[in-house]
């Protein structure tokens, strides 16, 4: 089945300063990754997807890279801001089985 | 406009226990899972449905048993629970099979 394996497991960023979050899969066949965000006490919410077609997708602050050859998707937040702080889940599929990734917290320092 | 419900939101019980998670959704998602969720590991799914009547499993489904009589509700039971089953286990829904999948806000469960 799909690995994927994500770093760092945690991460302290200045405000404004920019964060970068690395995943890689084990999987091929995967076409298919999504970026998750969960604040304390809450379930996970969607922020940013990209599809196997794509290298580069931006939304406001949030990008999200994908190297199909190297086999490895990166989240990048720009500008951080206090809200901005939770736990981020990288995730691979090629059907509707997400493998997700173990998480990384991040923590926005004012 | 409840969205996506789990109940209860905490539980307590013993070994060799069966207990019974619910799921309800309100948008008539096809697409359910199941995941459980512990330090270290992310997210594991445990049981997905892709209808009503149609389940399959995940990868950790030993222990648990799922059913779906109807497209808005997804039970999850550990039909004797053990300690390792001890997480926090979030339901989600998809409209679609590589879809956004939506999360409940979580169930904290405790085996002791």
């Known amino acids: 089945g799909e690995n994927v394996e994500q770093h760092p497991s945690t991460l302290s960023v200045q405000e404004g300063d920019s964060a970068v979050i690395k995943c890689t899969y084990s999987?091929?066949?995967?076409?298919?990754f999504p970026w998750y965000k969960q604040e304390l006490g809450k379930g996970p919410q969607l922020i940013i997807d990209?599809?196997?077609?794509?290298g580069e997708k931006k939304d406001q602050r949030i990008a999200v890279t994908l190297n199909k050859t190297a086999k490895h998707f990166s989240l990048h937040i720009t500008e951080t801001q206090p809200e901005d702080s939770a736990v981020y889940f990288c995730a691979a599929s090629n059907d509707y089985k997400l493998s997700f990734g173990a998480g990384t917290t991040v923590t926005v320092r004012a | 406009d409840a969205g996506i419900t789990q109940s209860p939101r905490y539980k307590i019980t013993e070994t060799g226990r069966q207990v019974t998670l619910m799921c309800h959704q309100t948008?008539?998602?096809?697409?359910m899972f199941w995941y459980r969720q512990d330090l270290g590991h992310g997210l594991r799914l445990i049981y997905y449905s892709a209808a009503a009547d149609i389940t399959d499993k995940g990868e950790v489904p030993d222990g648990y048993v799922v059913s779906r009589s109807k497209t808005e509700n997804f039970p999850l039971t550990l039909e004797s629970a053990t300690r390792s089953q001890t997480s926090v286990y979030f339901c989600?829904?998809?409209?679609?099979?590589?879809?956004?999948?939506?999360f409940g806000p979580g169930t904290r469960l405790t085996v002791t």
């Open positions: 948008w008539s998602h096809s697409y």
């Open positions: 989600a829904s998809s409209v679609s099979p590589r879809g956004e999948q939506y």
């Open positions: 990209i599809r196997s077609n794509v």
């Open positions: 999987d091929s066949a995967s076409n298919y």
